[in-house]
């Protein structure tokens, strides 16, 4: 079940919040498509065969589960370094569930629209994630305006 769009959305950030530490995780678009993502993988993995519920099975849910969770732990830090951090953290697991979704494609245990729509959905948090990054990661931080300012 997916969330609808709301206006002013760029980049996962609600317009109000700019490119601040304000609001929550939950205000972030990226976060609630991820967790769509998180459920589209339970749903799809529950036919897995039961062979595989120590292996792949568990392996996608994991990376699935780690994408949102990273993403609320870096929005709950105090600094945008700390941020970052787990937003990389987050864009390597949805890699590794990425890679995931392949195999399973590849095994046959999923069926070609059920895994177009994990790699459809996975993509969509993937740039959703990569713009959330690049706009953190392009905005001066304090120390370099000041830095910049003394050397002026």
Known sequence: MSQPEIAGVRYGLAKSEGVSMQGTYEDLKVWRRAMDLVLEVYRSTSSFPRQEIYGLTSQMRRAAVSVPSNIAE????????????????????????????TIGRELGFL????????????????????????????????????VSGLRS
Request: charged share 25%.
């Open 74 to 101: 870096g929005k709950g830090r105090f600094s945008r370094k700390e941020l970052l951090q787990f937003l990389f953290h987050a864009r390597g697991s949805l890699l590794e569930l990425q890679t995931q979704i």
């Open 111 to 146: 069926a070609p629209a059920e895994g177009k729509k994990l790699t459809d959905l996975a993509s969509e948090v993937g740039r959703l994630l990569n713009g959330l990054v690049n706009r953190f990661q392009d905005e001066p931080s304090l120390t370099s305006l000041q």
